[in-house]
Every structure is written in structure tokens, then in C-alpha cells.
């Protein structure tokens, strides 16, 4: 169901802000949906790490982020997927975890982590149907990892 889906890799702090900005209102946490939070995480992103961004239809369906940075624990770490609410449904999430762990798995990393609100049952169910697996919980967060050599 992804057809018609360019992917692309954003390294642009400029572009990377604008990408989220056009998927802000579909944030689960709606309390980072401000300019000051959106410019410093796309600073964050373009300087550290890998964001790969989906197109339908010339439109912003999506985008992933992610470090793979640890090479000591040789772990990445997946920091925000999100999908625009029209868009979802068409596979473009499983498409962008895939772009994700692929480059991972090229930068040497044998796990991929994330941290997701224990509330956010959709991200939940979506992680673990790709093969996340919990590995701890804190206040309201769930950590979930997923082993890359399987």
C-alpha cells in the first residue's frame, strides 16, 4: 500500500523543521508542538542524527528520526516516527521503520531502542507487530528494544 511514496533523506535543519512542522498537529505529545521545541529538535536531528521524511502525492505524509551514534553499545535509538493522520493507514509507518533499521544495521548497530508513552497504545501495538519487545518502564514511558542480528 506505499506506492507513490518517495522517501528521502533530510539534512537541512531548515527543511527538517519545516517536515515537522507540517506533521506538528499529529505529535503525540502536544506539549513539543511549539516553534521554540520543533526548532531545537531539528537542530538536534540534522546535527546528530538521521531524518528520513515520506511524500504522497507531493505532500508531507511522515518522518523518521533517529541516532545511531552509540558505537560502544552499538545501539540506535529511535527518537520520533510520526505519520500525518490523512496519511495513515497506507503503510508508510512500516516504511519508514524500515528505512530506519536498514540504516542502522549499515552503521554497525545489532539493537535499535525507543522510549513511547505508555497511553500511546497505536505506537505500542505498531512497535511490538514489528518486533519491538519491552525491556523496562518508567513513570509513563515504555522502553522497547529490537534485536537487528535476527
Known sequence: ???????????????????????????????????ETIKLLASKFA??????????KDKVAGFV???VNDKIKCRGFLSMIIISHQFQGYGIGSG???????????????????????????????YKKNGFKEISKKDASLFLEKDLLI
Not at 536498514?102 to 505506537?123: D, I
Open 1 to 35: 500500500m506505499e506506492d507513490c511514496v518517495v522517501y528521502e533523506k533530510v539534512t537541512s535543519c531548515k527543511e527538517i523543521e519545516s517536515v515537522m512542522i507540517n506533521c506538528s498537529s499529529d505529535f503525540f505529545d502536544q506539549s513539543i508542538n511549539n516553534s
Open 47 to 56: 546535527e546528530y542524527g538521521t531524518f528520513i521524511s515520506a511524500r504522497k
Open 65 to 67: 528520526a533517529f541516532y
Open 96 to 126: 519508514l521503520l524500515k528505512r530506519c533499521i536498514e540504516q542502522c544495521k549499515k552503521s554497525g548497530m545489532s539493537a535499535l531502542r525507543l522510549e513511547v508513552n505508555e497511553k500511546n497504545e497505536r505506537a505500542i501495538l505498531f
